[in-house]
């Protein structure tokens, strides 16, 4: 059994959800491009402690409520899932969180979920101050808006990635994506779901 933890870091807590898995250890992955307008590139212009500002805000207000509503089966597929892909809502004191789980995915099958992190005055900043305590920490770009690869351990040989996203100032999405056979590469899916994501609050 597994311990999937989703990085609600902003605060110093954790989400635990129990699945079933194998691990594979992967090859490390950076997404970097020169392009300004790339949809993920790393962000070493950040300070230690100060996240980019949210140039252009997403409204996330209807995930809070509907989570779920964050990705369309359109796009869980183009991220990889497959129609047996099934979704449920977890209502939790920090806010609703929806998570995928797909058994047909990989060897060992595949998680996601996605939530807003409605705790944090001051969006991902509060995230940077908890940098010290992380088992990691990449700043990354998603579309043009500030997210930060981290979580409170480092579980990404096990295919364990979680991000956090900024889509204001004031309010962050926590990703996470799991697949046990994957490794590394889970970093990778999870910025492609932070697109997905992305494109759906874009269109709303």
């Not at 705790?119 to 997210?147: C, K, N």
């Not at 990703?175 to 990778?188: E, K």
Request: proline letters at 4%.
């Amino acid at each position: 059994m597994r311990r999937w933890v989703v990085a609600v870091v902003g605060v110093a807590a954790a989400v635990s959800i129990v699945g079933c898995s194998s691990t594979q250890s992967g090859q490390p992955v950076t997404t970097v491009s020169s392009d300004p307008s790339g949809s993920s590139t790393t962000n070493p212009s950040n300070s230690d402690s100060v996240a980019a500002r949210v140039r252009t805000p997403l409204n996330d207000t209807r995930l809070i409520s509907d989570p779920c509503s964050a990705l369309t089966e359109p796009q869980l597929q183009e991220v990889g899932f497959t129609t047996a892909v099934k979704s449920h809502v977890q209502q939790l004191t920090l806010g609703n969180i929806c998570a995928w789980n797909d058994d047909t995915v990989g060897t060992v099958g595949a998680s996601a979920s996605v939530a807003v992190q409605t705790t944090l005055s001051h969006g991902l900043s509060d995230i940077y101050t908890q940098r010290s305590g992380m088992g990691y920490f990449t700043p990354v770009t998603i579309e043009g808006y500030p997210a930060v690869l981290a979580d409170l351990t480092d579980q990404r040989d096990s295919g364990t990635c979680a991000l956090n996203l900024g889509v204001s100032d004031t309010s962050v999405l926590v990703i996470d994506y799991h697949q046990g056979d994957l490794g590394l590469p889970a970093c990778d899916k999870v910025q492609a779901i932070a697109r997905a994501v992305v494109e759906t609050l874009k269109g709303a």
